[in-house]
């Protein structure tokens, strides 16, 4: 009969099933058997208490409204499956401004926000050296498994732990934890600081995926494979739309003067000829900027699952993947463009491809996935003011000329800008103090000018960020993006539909809903189905996967798990 018992068990679909027969086999067993019975409950238990996966997915550049407008559009297997047998919260928003990639990740990962971890942009002046930091860069690291320098790279900015690392540390390190995106900072931030690995994207003559000596000294066998397998290549065909172009109604017309060109085009339409195009475009680095980007990431991952045997051991594992040709898609050809409606129906069946991998490889009920997005970003201002919507262009060269003739007519002929960036100015502290001038002062009088600029919303300074609990608005935001040892000493925000771009192609940082609001999709072990209009934050991401799998909360946590989504907590 206790043979019979273990048969029955594992042939038990569902799991709340199991946790039940589990509850009637453990009382059966212990009073049948015993001492004996002790083992097989608890082995039975490690067994079912936790998933074998999470599969973490971020969507770079991906607005809420994505899910909607192209709604009837999608398959049944992809963000369609995500959406109505897991739990949508539709109203999720990050909380601090600026929202770009490099920060997005981090606070997906973290639980916190720039204040607290530390990555408050992509690149940043850096106080101490005095000069331009890009978020991941380390040059004492080496790059493997090519001859540039894209690989070298490390999470040592990220100030505080992330989930992925509470989840190495529960398991003592058995659960494995792997990072993947075209962009280094997509899959560096997510996967942490004890990531097992963490793989990128190189283009440009490359067309490879890399790494760092940070996680490894040679790559391992499977990615060797990957990329002589010519998988790269064979995206390097000319990208048309994956339906016939009259169907593409949610969008604008195809050729309109607020999309971006390749260099060789003279319109931006389909079909984008890539063979043709890859000279003039930094060969292999277009690939980046076409649907085909997440298509290449997709057969990565699925490669990654099969070759690392992720969710084939005794404890969960964890895969942290981003899509980030859909931010350069963004970027070059605009929220409202057919290139960015083809891109998401296509990775609504990259998605369906991953997940299917994931039903065959790790099983049915066996893994959870959260799928979200870093940032959202604007329409183009030129087609919302075409509209009639305020929107427009921030005179980025002007205001800096502005500033400087400002310091000087100020402060005796003293140049007290050292450099602004991410929508923040940073003065010369030393010169302040050496010319006697009182720094609060200073920043006051740098925040009215700056008020007076056209197209400026709000301002305010470091004083007022430390001094001050902002709780609303966007003084809230911008102080959940302040870090007291990196942010400068004036913050600024632009008007709603502003920004500081070319004239064409959207872009994004802002801590406007078309910015903030971005999907956030869980499903499978321990999800309940269901979905919300509550405002859920960007936030609450790590601790509820931190409760779901019964860890401790990220270092830096600030925000709170999300009890509705969950079917149970450990
Ligand atoms: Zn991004």
Sequence with gaps: MFKVIITYFY??????????????????????FGQASVDLTADSNSKTTNPKLIVGIVVDQMRYDYLTRFYSRFGEGGFKRLMSEGFNCQNNQFNYIPTYTAPGHASIFTGTTPATHGIIGN???????????YCVNDSI????????????????????????????????????????AIKDRGAILPAGHTANAAFWFDGDEEGKWITSTFYMEKLPDWVVKFNQSGNTESYMKPWNTLYDIKTYTESGSDDNTYEGLFKGETKPVFPHDLPKLRKNNRNFEILKSTAFGNSITTDFAIAAIKGEQLGKGNETDFLTLSFSSTDYVGHMFGVNSVEVEDTYLRLDLDIAKILSSLDAEVGKGNYTVFLTADHG????????????????????????????????????????????????????????????????????????????????AEVYTATAMRNTDFSKGAASLLQNGYNQKRSGNI?????????????????????????????????????????????????????????????EMPDGTTGVPLEFVLDRIN
Excluded: C
């Excluded at 038990?12 to 946790?19: A, E, F, P, S």
């Excluded at 183009?380 to 000087?408: C, M, Q, R, T, W």
């Design 377 to 456: 970003a604007v329409d183009v201002p030129a087609y919302l003011k075409d509209h009639k919507i305020p929107a427009g262009y921030f005179d980025s060269s002007a205001f800096k000329k502005y500033l400087n003739e400002f310091s000087v007519q100020k402060f005796d002929g003293n140049q007290l800008i050292k450099d602004v960036s991410n929508k923040q100015v940073f003065l010369d502290e030393k010169l302040i103090d050496e010319k006697g001038y009182d720094l609060d002062d200073a920043e006051e009088g740098f925040a009215q000018a700056i008020l007076n600029f056209p197209k400026i």
């Design 11 to 32: 042939k038990i679909n569902t799991i709340k099933m199991k946790n039940a027969l589990l509850t009637f086999f453990t009382l059966l067993t212990l009073t049948t």
């Design 141 to 180: 690291y080496k790059t493997v498994g090519a001859s540039d320098k894209s690989g070298q790279m490390s999470p040592h900015r990220l100030s505080v732990n992330t989930v992925t690392d509470q989840l190495r540390l529960h398991t003592q390190f058995r659960s494995k934890t792997i990072g993947i």
């Design 123 to 133: 690149n940043w002046y850096d106080k101490e050296s005095n000069e331009d930091v």
């Design 491 to 551: 913050l600024y925000t632009l008007k709603s539909g502003v920004i500081s771009y070319t004239k064409t192609g959207s872009t994004h940082g802002s801590g406007y809903d078309y910015d903030t609001h971005v999907p956030l999709l869980f499903y499978g072990w321990g999800i309940r189905q269901g979905s919300t209009v509550q405002k859920t934050e960007i936030t609450n991401i790590a601790p509820t996967i931190a409760a779901l799998l019964g860890l």
